[in-house]
């Protein structure tokens, strides 16, 4: 860092600063978590530096010995960690990974079946301004009116009528558990490919604190940066049927070089997962996941499904006549972080939205329990009702003294 301060002290003063930003406030976007000194060591590597195009021992370049150690590592520890026949660590992102999907079982018209994202899908399931849904004929599933939950009579009705190809399951803002079992069957009733994108949920299958996909779909697309708390990357694991199909989609079809920085860096995160104090971290963020939503409750703000059984909440703040967006601004003033989010038919523009979407895989890592999960919901509570956006103002200065108070108790990244 003294060698980067001296030559470009404005991008150090970056880095320093977003250290400080992270450290001050509570961090509570659901896709968000602090990754370990260690991983963040591999990424900052010169294996950077290499140019490592295919995979181990099948490289179109000279000098890749080392480099294929660092993804050998990668992808058995993947493996291991998920019990999966056939790892792919490659993939630059969530997004690419997904890519991937559509390359090995789709050509461009063919027909998927995927959650909406106005009801907790993502971009890359077939939404109008993504490749997949530009290129791919896209039908969506939503959740269940009454229960606010996946609704699989939908899931098996659409599927019976539309025949797609493939079926996908997962989102960005599901809070919770997800009937694998039940989507196989349609799947197979069908002929479908079923892809779970795991990215949001992925760090809890690590630790075993919820169920695995893995026995179930034919492939698993995730991100490495969520829960799991890996370099900000994503993977996939698939059946060894499907691994010829999805290698050749990662590499050449979507992607160059890999990125061996982030793939050891993967290695790390892979190994740090297998290790019984990630197993109970997984399960502190869900138990604080509930804590927060039942806190929450009780000031009268409304978990979508009644509440959660994984690291995220979908918070509708109708009841307390706030929208989401100005929700987003009063927490932000007073040193919470967290995201609007659409709830299921909501009533608002995406812009504006009904709602917000928490999680605690930040704060689980600092160290945070349930009693303080009650202390953070009075906080977000007392700033989206009382607070008007102002840092100066009387409230946010208020909550931000709470949010002190903690975070000062419980640091990110300790000195
Ligand atoms: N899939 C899901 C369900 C996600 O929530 C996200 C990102 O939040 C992605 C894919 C995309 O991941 P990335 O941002 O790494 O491309």
């Not at 058995?76 to 890519?99: I, M, P, W, Y």
């Not at 069957?185 to 949920?201: K, L, N, P, S, T």
């Not at 996941?289 to 509708?316: I, K, Y």
């Amino acid at each position: 860092y003294a060698a980067l301060r001296d030559f470009d002290p404005e991008v150090a003063d970056v880095l320093l600063s977003e250290l400080g930003r992270i450290r001050s406030g509570l961090q509570l976007i659901a896709s968000e978590n602090l990754s370990s000194p260690e991983v963040l060591t591999a990424l900052g590597s010169t294996l950077s530096n290499k140019y490592a195009e295919g995979y181990p021992g099948r490289r179109y370049y000279g000098g890749c010995s080392e480099v294929d150690k660092a993804e050998e590592l990668a992808i058995e520890r993947c493996k291991t960690l998920f019990d999966a026949e056939h790892a792919n660590v490659q993939a630059h992102s969530g997004a690419s990974a997904n890519q991937a999907v559509y390359g090995a079982f789709l050509k461009p018209g063919e027909k998927l079946l995927a959650m909406s994202l106005p009801h907790g899908g993502h971009l890359t399931h077939g939404t109008k301004v993504s490749f997949s849904g530009k290129w791919f004929d896209a039908v969506h599933y939503g959740v269940h009116p009454d229960t606010e939950d996946v609704d699989y009579d939908e899931i098996e009705r659409l599927a019976k009528e539309e025949r797609p190809k493939l079926i996908c399951a997962g989102g960005s803002a599901i809070p919770r558990l997800i009937d694998f079992e039940r989507i196989r069957a349609i799947a197979d009733e069908v002929g479908a490919v079923f892809w779970v994108d795991a990215a949001h949920f992925i760090g809890l299958v690590a630790g075993k604190a919820i169920p695995s996909p893995v026995p179930h779909a034919d492939v698993v697309t995730f991100t490495t940066h969520k829960v799991l708390r890996g370099p900000r990357s994503g993977a996939l694991v698939c059946k060894e049927e499907h691994a010829a199909a999805l290698d050749k989609a990662v590499f050449p079809m979507m992607q160059g070089g890999p990125q061996m920085h982030t793939i050891a860096a993967k290695a790390v995160n892979f190994k740090e997962c297998a290790t019984p104090e990630y197993a109970q971290y997984a399960r502190d963020v869900i138990t604080n996941a509930q804590a927060l939503a039942s806190g929450l409750t009780e000031h009268g703000m409304r978990p979508t499904t009644g509440g959660t059984d994984t690291h995220l909440a979908l918070v509708d703040l109708q009841p307390v006549e706030v929208t989401g967006k100005d929700a987003e601004a009063r927490c932000d003033a007073a040193g919470i972080v967290l995201n609007k989010n659409a709830i299921p038919n909501d009533p608002q523009k995406p812009g504006i939205a009904s709602g917000i979407r928490v999680g605690t895989a930040c704060l689980t890592t600092q160290g945070m329990g349930t009693e303080q999960m009650a202390t953070v919901a009075d906080l977000i509570h007392k700033a989206v009702t009382e607070g008007d956006g102002d840092p100066d103002g009387t409230v946010s200065r208020e909550v931000r003294a709470g949010v002190t108070e903690l975070v000062e108790a419980f640091p990110a990244y300790p000195r």
